[in-house]
């Protein structure tokens, strides 16, 4: 197991699915956590994706809380600056710096490129591009001050595949991806490890509602699965472990618990 005793983390998009099962299990790893999404509220009763979507910030830091461990509700837009900034400076403020910074939040963006909405484009670029690139401009300055770090950028087979109607989100994940192993050697002089993790089909809201009821047959994993992976890589440093995008179904055979690649 991972010990991040000391750490401090933020993880974007931490309301629900893949975000909550980080958050939760970085807790339980020992670090301190803080929680951030885009809203607080819960879908409406009686939606039919009611239980994808069941919880909010609020619910994930006190489920932690309630477990022992320490964590801090914190709203962020990750597509406004301003709500980055605060969101960083609101971390140090209250746990003395950042050590490790999950960036799960995205949105997708569903259409044929006959009929894509420019806004819609240009919302999945702020929030699955920008968003992340941003979050790490402000937070950057207090984990060089701390000599190490680790940077985990969530993606998706789609950076590398083709899935139909998705050319917008495919390019997201792929600007991601190059972002940052671009970042990885930029930082790696100050100790700070940048990679990208691919955890695969996961039953999450995002994934389900986008056909609901049509994706029902398709097997995903629970959002559970994903916490080894995500803690392990959260416990690495440029020294040890950087610049890879690495997928879950490769962890533990490929990469991580003491494999090399």
């Known amino acids: 197991m991972t010990d991040l005793t000391g750490k401090v983390a933020i993880v974007t998009g931490g309301s629900r699915g893949i975000g909550r099962a980080v958050s939760q299990g970085l807790a339980r790893a020992g670090a301190k956590v803080v929680v951030s999404s885009r809203t607080e509220e819960e879908a409406k009763p009686g939606s039919e994706f009611e ?111 083709y899935r139909e109607g998705r050319v917008g989100y495919s390019m997201s994940k792929a600007a991601l991806e190059r972002m940052f192993l671009s970042l990885a050697e930029e930082v790696r002089p100050h100790n700070i490890a940048v990679n990208l993790f691919s955890p695969g089909r996961v039953d999450t809201w995002m994934n389900r509602r986008g056909d609901w009821p049509g994706t029902a047959h398709i097997p995903m994993v629970q959002p559970d699965e994903v916490t080894d992976a995500a803690v392990w890589l959260s416990g690495q440093t440029a020294g040890t472990f950087t610049g890879q995008v690495v997928e879950r179904a490769d962890f533990g055979v490929t990469w991580g618990a003491g494999v090399a690649a």
């Open 51 to 161: 239980r994808y979507a069941a919880g909010n910030i609020h619910d994930t830091v006190q489920g932690i809380n309630e477990e022992g461990g320490d964590a801090l509700a914190v709203r962020c837009d990750v597509a406004e600056p301003s709500d980055l900034q605060h969101l960083v400076r609101t971390t140090v403020s209250h746990f003395g710096g950042i050590d490790i910074l999950f960036s799960n939040a995205g949105i997708d963006c569903e259409s044929p490129v006959v009929d894509l909405d420019p806004e819609l484009l240009d919302r999945a670029l702020a929030v699955n591009v920008r968003g992340p690139l941003l979050l790490c401009k402000f937070a950057l300055p207090t984990m060089f001050e701390r000599g190490s770090g680790s940077i985990i950028g969530v993606t998706s087979g789609s950076a590398r595949g």
